[in-house]
């Protein structure tokens, strides 16, 4: 299973989906960029996250705040203190991990690792005068009181945002799973107390939806309720949904009840009143705050990793005939390309261009390729996870057809020109 | 002048679309969150440059590189020398100034400033083991053989990016235009040298292109060409598009011919070969790079400045008939909310419901509104920029029609329910 994380790196790599960053200058570990691709599946999904929460809800309000936040903010939420991890460093080859977790990992230096006492480490990024927000929660408390008011919403109501988070992870591993730099979505939903379990079970119910939609697997997926004893210091319940992964069943998104821990405090530290008046039953109170999170890299991950497959070599080429062949089984809205344009030969090339022109016109995410054997074409449009070929060849110059190949099935059907646009409109069932 | 930008300032923390960052905490300095209007109208400008020139042109591909880059990446670009102002510290009040910025700005602890000598201050913010980065233009140079090769792009051809920049700027000011943390909007643009002059003016061109079909007047654009003893060290050429803001006439964005430094001196310093290799020529060079850039958050403003109008009362309110009346005449395809549905009278609430509901599942952004007096409603409306506004009322319950009003000419039109999606589509010429 390590291996098909191995083979999906290096895949991410070859098709410019997710290049290690500062590659050239030898990395910087735990950073990633996104290549044409791997921008085009990550915008996918997060398009994808707003329709559904933000623009398709009436109860929740988009907002977006900044990464640099007063310091105090800091201090009030608990970070400053308590945002800790607990490193460990060997005396002999002078490598840092969490204490609690050390796998497998023998020391360069020869035998055993020769451990210093635990220190705590606070993950977050510091500058001179602040913090890098390791989650984007925040900005929604600081700020509640005046989005509430301008919004006009009524309990129970949400803010959601989407934007980069750090954290200095001692150890970053299993590729986009642990990084220093990443993309969280997340929700606070103010409720009053009392309704906040109610709700909890609502939006635990919403964000799983949410995941199979993307087209993940409901057999990969688990829920894993965290034990009472071990819930952090704000929370009354939260339950992980996990994902699958290669490297082990792993924590892909999330949903806290946080109570009234943060409001409150951020009233205490700053001296503001946040505190909800309801006009209908003239109560004055803080609301509960049920919190569902995910982490846009862990999903992409996921989508990858449950959309890839290596299979026997199923289209000719003459170059390589034998080769495994890698097929990405995106579903159509997160495709990076909807529709590939293929002319069989180059000759062809001219007539080919008019129908990938008048799709692009449709949908952006067209591609036109010309480049070596059709066979090779296909696969490589198999690899970025593109779901129809269009191909044009020569009888397409006397019938008005083309052939569109389906990349799941491989079935390849002649489809008038003139239907071509309602053809894959159908098929790929996106506007 | 300087009074419409307070009056700005005013309506965009009013409106919940600008809110100084941390504000319950005081605030950070030169540092903004968005809320749900502002989100909604950063992220339509976004989405509109994205399609203009990523997804809707074949020679440029998207990418996100990360924010945090190995330090060999400054030390490469000239930053971590040369990213400076020149700052001065009053030996007085202990204020600090751009040395070549000091305003009228008078000595609080009275008379004249006492100035130190100048000192070099780099603006890069710092973290322990690097900075963040101040543009995002070192993450498409340092990627762009594999973006190149992954793409099989051919010169000439552009790489695209935005994303979070952060400059530790010594003084901030004119709310949006000089902050500390925004969003840059990048295309490296790679030609072969000697056609780098030709693609100079056609980039310059497209960029001012963009401006005007924002929306923004064509009178309030200039052009400032940067002369040649005062280019950047790798420009041979800038050219900025200058907006007449309310307190000046200042950059909003530009373009640059950078030549082959980036390629060349990432070359240099990382032992990587960034040349391009051109196979009908056989040659292989550093191509030229050509970059337009702009600031989504000055844009934004920009914008909004544009849009601003603040005229005598023009629509009756029982609380307020005198009181002036402050319109936004954003483009349909910026504004935050399109369309708002309103019942005349609550008692209609729910027959004017239905027709939100349909308009919702074609756009996004559509607002229902029921609260207060219809004229309030509509000035509330025309202060967020909603270009239409649909009434429901008593006769609408016979007659099938209902009220469109048009925000920037106040007309009103009877329009059959059953024809009123095919109306407003047609009205906003957005999809």
């Known amino acids: 299973m390590e291996d098909k994380l191995e083979k999906i790196v290096s895949w991410a790599k070859r098709r410019g989906f997710i290049i290690p960053g500062s590659e050239i200058y030898g990395g910087i570990g735990g950073v990633y960029d996104f290549g044409p691709y791997g921008v085009a599946l990550k915008n996918n999904i997060k398009k994808l996250w707003w329709q559904t929460f933000v623009s398709g809800r009436d109860d929740v309000v988009g907002m977006e705040s900044a990464i640099l936040m007063n310091r105090k903010v800091w201090q009030a939420s608990g970070h400053e203190k308590g945002f800790v991890d607990e490193l460990v460093e060997c005396k002999k080859c002078h490598r840092r991990f969490k204490a609690d977790d050390l796998s497998k990992e023998k020391c360069s230096s020869g ?11 606070n ?9 890098l927000r390791p989650e984007t929660a925040q900005g929604m408390f600081t700020d509640f009181r005046q989005i509430a008011e301008t919004s006009r919403q009524k309990i129970p109501f949400g803010i959601a945002q989407m934007g980069k988070s750090f954290r200095n992870e001692i150890n970053t591993k299993d590729f986009l799973f642990r990084v220093r730099e990443f993309e969280i979505a997340e929700i606070e939903y103010f409720v009053k107390p009392g309704d906040d379990e109610k709700s909890f079970d609502e939006w635990l119910k919403a964000w799983e939806d ?8 409901k057999e990969n997926l688990e829920q894993y309720e965290h034990p009472k004893e071990g819930l952090a210091h704000y929370s009354k319940r939260t339950v992980d949904i996990q994902y699958k992964f290669p490297f082990g069943t792993k924590e892909l998104a999330g949903v806290a009840n946080r109570t009234d821990f943060d409001l409150k405090s951020h ?7 946040l505190k909800y008046f309801d006009e209908e039953t003239k109560e004055k109170y803080w609301p509960y705050v049920i919190e569902p999170t995910m982490g846009i890299e862990r999903l992409m991950l996921a989508i990858i990793c449950d959309a890839f497959e290596e299979l026997e070599a199923r289209t000719e080429t003459t170059e390589a005939k034998t080769e495994n062949e890698i097929v990405l089984h995106f579903s159509p809205q997160l495709a990076p390309i909807k529709v590939a344009v293929l002319p069989l030969v180059k000759k062809l090339s001219e007539e080919t261009k008019k129908i990938y022109q008048d799709l692009k016109t449709c949908w952006g995410d067209i591609e036109f390729d010309e480049s070596g054997s059709i066979g090779r074409r296909y696969r490589r449009q198999d690899e970025i996870g593109t779901p129809y070929c269009v191909t044009f060849d020569f009888d397409s110059l006397e019938d008005k057809k083309v052939t569109v190949r389906d990349r799941d099935t491989m079935k390849q059907e002649r489809i008038e020109i003139s239907e071509l646009k309602n053809f894959l409109f159908r098929k790929l069932n996106i506007s």
């Open 267 to 273: 009233e205490e530290a700053s001296g503001k009143d």
């Open 111 to 121: 035998g055993e690792h020769e451990l210093t006492e635990p220190k705590a480490f």
């Open 210 to 217: 949410f995941v199979l939609n993307l087209g993940i697997k």
């Open 123 to 131: 993950t977050m990024f510091k500058t001179d005068e602040t913090y």
